[in-house]
């Protein structure tokens, strides 16, 4: 864990950085507050990728099409499928079909 503020970067995303000091009283920030807060920035991007949350609203709603909330593959029926984004797994329960989109169709790749 990194302080933010001690002068050491940002321990993302190995730890999550805390701020236990905070700036008071003072009518200036010591150097090491905005560059730590930079550095857990570029951490933070870095971690994510360029536009994280691809074809979707929010990186939660592109998460959700990949994982359900039980940490499976999500499921209904075929004509409840998100739209296709590229990675996308998505299990047809009408169907029997574990499909996988390429970022313009599905296709299915496991039949039950």
């Known amino acids: 864990m990194s302080e933010i503020g001690a002068g050491s970067g940002s321990g993302y995303p190995a ?3 805390s701020d ?3 700036e008071t009283n003072n009518d ?3 150097i090491s507050v905005p560059n730590d807060l930079a550095a857990a920035i570029v951490a ?3 971690e994510l990728g360029i536009a994280p949350s691809g074809g979707y609203a929010t ?3 592109r998460l959700n099409t990949v994982s359900d909330t039980a940490g499976g593959v999500p499921k209904g029926l075929a004509s409840a499928r998100p739209a296709a984004s590229a990675g996308t797994i998505w299990y047809s329960t009408d169907q029997g079909t574990i499909e996988w989109s ?3 169709s599905w296709h299915a790749f496991l039949s039950g």
Request: glycine letters at 6%; zero cysteines; aromatic letters at 6%.
């Open 15 to 17: 730890a999550i950085d």
């Open 20 to 22: 236990a000091t905070l």
């Open 28 to 30: 200036y920030a010591r």
């Open 44 to 46: 933070i991007e870095a």
């Open 59 to 61: 990186v939660v709603a």
């Open 102 to 104: 390429d970022g313009v």
